[in-house]
């Protein structure tokens, strides 16, 4: 059955480019490896990557919506995207959500093109677990992580020594294939990385014992990192030039830490604002009082007036977490919640009964039922 490329990004024929951008972002974003580890979530995101690279070039979505899937045959040729077609670059969907080359790098070979270079080093996405202070102060974490890097015995070269290697002879050192065929469209010219010697242009003949030819090996690394003052759960942090290690000297990935911050006992926060509850006895209620609350700067005075309810919430302005761009701060909210008293001496008793005689509630909810005629006798 044929593809239907629209289905699959979820959007209807007559989508705009925009359209078809956005659907594709939160599509790779869903379905990412990195971050989807449900089975056959990788699948669908080469689906949907495939769909964008056809439906997001304007020449190619037109060739689709008049031939399908076999436009796909003609993209060399000419009037079908032009000479040596070439499926996009799509790095800068990545980086829009937080991600670099090195996560589009891994799926890109399946799209045409070629590699015309050794590939940046692939990115390492790590779940750094803050505790509310950590992110609400900034702190420094140092964590452990698997790092790809360069061969310290044959410096990345993959080879036991200098004349370990070869030029390959399927692409003459380039690293780049070329295949060009003549069909009743005109001659159709095709390229892509070298199968031969993957893009390298050499071809390893005695291999370093170390990497076994690679020119990478596997190494535990412990880095620091520093946590900024208001972080919060979903953001994240980007360490440049510190993932893995790129092919024959190109530039190292990144590492991105995703934050996630462990919930409080006494403090919930919403963005740079934070709440929290506190107990009122009846007697701080009904005659007002000045009680200590927590803050996240330590104890301050909350003053309580006369006949305050329960559930009244208090603002405290400038109480709350810092910004992360700019020197301000949120504020902090206090809900008082009144206790009512579960055990009583016989003088409180006595106090209490004779505050209610004064107080009259009992007379307002009798007259309650005065307002309904007829209905109770």
Same mark, same amino acid.
């Given at each position: 059955?044929?593809?239907?490329?629209?289905?699959?990004?979820?959007?209807?024929?007559?989508?705009?480019?925009?359209?078809?951008?956005?659907?594709?972002?939160? =599509?790779? #974003?869903?379905?990412?490896?990195?971050?989807?580890?449900?089975?056959?979530?990788?699948?669908?995101?080469?689906?949907? *990557?495939?769909?964008?690279?056809?439906?997001?070039?304007?020449?190619?979505?037109?060739?689709?919506?008049?031939?399908?899937?076999?436009?796909?045959?003609?993209?060399?040729?000419?009037?079908?995207?032009?000479?040596? /077609?070439?499926?996009?670059?799509?790095?800068?969907?990545?980086?829009?959500?937080?991600?670099?080359?090195?996560?589009?790098?891994?799926?890109?070979?399946?799209?045409?093109?070629?590699?015309?270079?050794?590939?940046?080093?692939?990115?390492?996405? +790590?779940?750094?677990? =803050? %505790?509310?202070?950590?992110?609400?102060?900034?702190?420094?974490?140092? !964590?452990?992580?698997?790092?790809?890097?360069?061969?310290? +015995?044959?410096?990345?070269?993959? /080879?036991?020594?200098?004349?370990?290697? #070869?030029?390959?002879?399927?692409?003459?050192?380039?690293?780049?294939?070329? *295949?060009?065929?003549?069909?009743?469209?005109? +001659?159709?010219?095709?390229?892509?990385?070298?199968?031969?010697?993957?893009?390298?242009?050499?071809?390893?003949?005695?291999?370093?014992?170390?990497?076994?030819?690679?020119?990478?090996?596997?190494?535990?690394?412990?880095?620091?990192?520093? !946590?900024?003052?208001?972080?919060?759960?979903?953001?994240?942090?980007?360490?440049?030039? *510190?993932?893995?290690?790129?092919?024959?000297?190109?530039?190292?990935?990144?590492?991105?830490?995703? !934050?996630?911050?462990?919930?409080?006992?006494?403090?919930?926060?919403?963005?740079?604002? !934070?709440?929290?509850?506190?107990?009122?006895?009846?007697?701080?209620?009904?005659?007002? /009082?000045?009680?200590? +609350?927590?803050?996240?700067?330590?104890?301050?005075?909350?003053?309580?007036? /006369?006949?305050?309810?329960?559930?009244?919430?208090?603002?405290?302005?400038?109480?709350?977490?810092?910004?992360?761009?700019?020197?301000?701060?949120?504020?902090?909210?206090?809900?008082?919640?009144?206790?009512?008293? %579960?055990?009583?001496? #016989?003088?409180?008793?006595?106090?209490? %009964?004779?505050?209610?005689?004064?107080?009259?509630?009992?007379?307002?909810?009798?007259?309650?039922?005065?307002?309904?005629?007829?209905?109770?006798?």
């Amino acid at each position: 059955m044929a593809k239907d490329y629209y289905a699959t990004l979820g959007v209807s024929r007559g989508a705009t480019q925009e359209d078809i951008k956005k659907a594709y972002k939160d =599509l790779a #974003k869903k379905y990412h490896p990195d971050l989807n580890k449900d089975k056959g979530a990788e699948d669908k995101f080469k689906e949907v *990557q495939h769909a964008y690279s056809i439906l997001g070039d304007e020449q190619k979505r037109r060739n689709y919506d008049q031939f399908g899937e076999q436009s796909e045959r003609f993209q060399g040729a000419s009037g079908f995207g032009g000479e040596g /077609a070439d499926f996009g670059d799509f790095s800068d969907i990545f980086e829009s959500f937080g991600f670099g080359r090195g996560f589009s790098d891994i799926f890109g070979n399946q799209f045409g093109g070629g590699r015309r270079g050794p590939s940046r080093g692939e990115d390492i996405a +790590v779940r750094l677990n =803050l %505790e509310f202070e950590e992110a609400a102060f900034g702190a420094k974490k140092e !964590i452990e992580i698997d790092v790809i890097v360069e061969c310290e +015995v044959c410096k990345g070269s993959g /080879a036991k020594s200098s004349s370990g290697k #070869k030029t390959c002879e399927q692409c003459g050192g380039s690293g780049v294939e070329r *295949q060009t065929r003549r069909t009743f469209l005109g +001659v159709i010219q095709t390229q892509g990385t070298c199968r031969k010697c993957r893009g390298a242009g050499e071809i390893i003949t005695d291999p370093c014992k170390e990497c076994g030819g690679s020119g990478k090996v596997h190494r535990k690394k412990k880095i620091t990192i520093t !946590i900024p003052e208001g972080i919060d759960t979903g953001q994240h942090l980007r360490l440049a030039g *510190q993932g893995h290690s790129g092919e024959h000297g190109a530039a190292r990935g990144d590492i991105i830490a995703v !934050i996630f911050v462990e919930p409080h006992t006494i403090f919930r926060r919403d963005e740079e604002d !934070i709440y929290m509850e506190a107990p009122l006895s009846f007697g701080e209620a009904a005659l007002g /009082a000045t009680i200590e +609350v927590p803050t996240l700067k330590g104890k301050a005075k909350l003053k309580i007036p /006369a006949g305050t309810q329960s559930g009244t919430i208090f603002r405290m302005a400038d109480k709350g977490i810092k910004f992360l761009e700019r020197n301000e701060y949120g504020d902090q909210y206090v809900k008082v919640i009144v206790k009512t008293p %579960e055990k009583l001496s #016989k003088r409180e008793k006595e106090l209490l %009964e004779k505050l209610a005689k004064e107080e009259g509630i009992a007379k307002e909810r009798k007259d309650f039922f005065g307002k309904f005629k007829g209905l109770f006798g």
